[in-house]
């Protein structure tokens, strides 16, 4: 039986969707990265950031209709184990968008990161609320997209300190590292002595690269320095990510779900990581990983955003789920 109308995929339209516009930012800002370092001629890291914005407006237009109609269905999602920890992903577009914007106009990306990191606060005062003071929650609730509020602090820096916060950069970046110590340590034990992720969340692997890999960018904005604690943060993302890599036939497997753009913006920020190597120490094998790690992760958000507007157009999204 499928969902007959527009209005009825509206109410549940939902909001991990976000996750579409992180990673289509974060395509950009590697674009950009990849472009200042080896001085590209052609500029794609804009249209991608306007594609990135434009998607953005639509999807929160989609979400702020949902609140207005559905407000109960909003509250569930905000009392889901799952769903509850892709609101943040509302915070980390806004904070990105302003990552994404500070080479246009500082005016534009002070009003996103102001919006950004304030609303982010707010989001991650709220979760960790729920996690507190929760009666219903299990051991197999947890899965990398806990990560998503407690981490998506360490990305404030990233255009807080261009925009001349630094002390507040590092207010936020101190949250983020320190629940993503906490955080991996649980996520590892699920993993190792639980039950296997559901399919619908394994995309969510892919996730456990973001924390090293924004924490190794923003960690520079705030000391400057290649020092040993940033190489720490990048190896850690990229062992991860080669961990990852070796299990490709396991996630070739899965069937499609929204889910499965948690493989674009932790490919794309451990890309912007390496490209960032290579500018620091002009080490050749950094440009030839950032080559293949930018090649990878456009084809992949070129493929997720065919497969979404399939699954759009076939109307397997915007279901009930479980």
């Known amino acids: ?47 991608i950031l306007v594609l990135a914005g434009l998607s953005f407006a639509v999807l929160l237009a989609f979400y702020l209709i949902k609140l207005l109609r559905w407000r109960e269905a ?19 577009s806004l904070l990105l968008l302003a990552v994404g914007t500070l080479p246009h106009s500082l005016a534009l990306a002070g009003v996103l990161w102001v919006l950004g990191s304030t609303l982010h606060l707010l989001l991650t005062l709220y979760v960790m609320g729920v996690w507190i003071h929760h009666d219903r929650f299990e051991i197999h609730h947890i899965n990398p997209a806990w990560f998503i ?10 255009a807080g300190v261009p925009l001349g916060f630094a002390e507040v950069g590092w207010f936020y970046f101190s949250i983020g590292i320190l629940f993503w110590l ?28 973001a924390p090293p890999a924004v924490g190794f960018i923003a960690y520079l904005q705030l000391v400057g320095d290649l020092d040993p604690f940033a ?27 929204l889910s499965w753009w948690a493989y674009a913006f932790p490919l794309a920020a451990i890309t912007i990581a390496t490209l960032i190597m290579y500018e620091r120490t002009g080490i ?17 958000v070129v493929y997720l955003l065919a497969r979404t507007a399939e699954a759009v157009a076939a109307n397997s999204i915007c279901v009930p789920t479980h």
Do not use: K
């Not at 909003?74 to 992903?89: Q, Y």
């Not at 509020?149 to 990233?158: E, S």
């Open 1 to 47: 039986m499928s969902e007959p109308t527009a209005e009825a995929r509206l109410r549940h339209f939902p909001v991990s969707f976000f996750a579409m516009v992180m990673g289509l930012t974060g395509l950009s800002i590697a674009w950009r990265q990849a472009q200042t370092v080896f001085a590209l001629p052609v500029d794609l890291a804009t249209p």
């Open 74 to 92: 909003v509250i569930a999602e905000l009392g889901h184990p799952i769903h509850l920890n892709f609101f943040p992903t509302v915070s980390i």
């Open 149 to 158: 509020p407690m981490v998506g602090n360490v990305l404030v820096p990233i």
């Open 182 to 209: 906490i955080l991996f340590a649980i996520i590892v034990y699920r993993m190792l002595f639980h039950h296997p992720l559901p399919e619908r969340l394994v995309p969510t692997f892919f996730i456990l690269i």
């Open 231 to 257: 190489r720490v943060l990048y190896y850690s993302g990229l062992f991860l990510t080669l961990l990852l890599a070796s299990q490709a036939p396991r996630f070739l497997r899965i069937s499609f779900y």
């Open 284 to 300: 050749a094998a950094f440009a030839g990983i950032g080559w293949l790690l930018l090649t990878l992760v456009t084809l992949v």
